[in-house]
């Protein structure tokens, strides 16, 4: 996934662990908001992200647990039997 750097305006990529639901693509942050790439994405919500050989322009955002508590235990799930591991923030990217 590529943000944009809020401070420098520079490109910034990752790899990062994702799973897919209902047609959208979940990331989880350890670090919750102390990522510089979860900041970028508070300041900036347009990204770049590849899955497979496709490359998609989108939107990300936070998703907040409290009023879409369905969505984030659904998330949780598929990343513990994906990756063993859910633990985070859980950040939705939106293809366009």
Do not use: C
């Not at 490109?11 to 662990?17: F, M, N």
């Not at 939107?59 to 799930?77: F, H, M």
């Amino acid at each position: 996934m590529t943000t944009i750097g809020w401070k420098t305006g520079k490109q910034h990529r990752i790899e990062i662990w994702f799973v897919e639901y209902n047609k959208r693509y979940y990331l989880v942050s350890e670090h919750r908001k102390h990522a510089h790439w979860v900041q970028n994405i508070m300041h900036n919500p347009k990204v770049l992200f590849t899955v497979g050989h496709d490359t998609f322009e989108g939107t990300a955002r936070i998703v907040d647990p409290d009023k879409e508590s369905n969505s984030a235990a659904e998330v949780s799930k598929l990343m513990e039997t994906k990756y063993g591991w859910d633990y985070g923030l859980i950040v939705e990217l939106i293809p366009q």
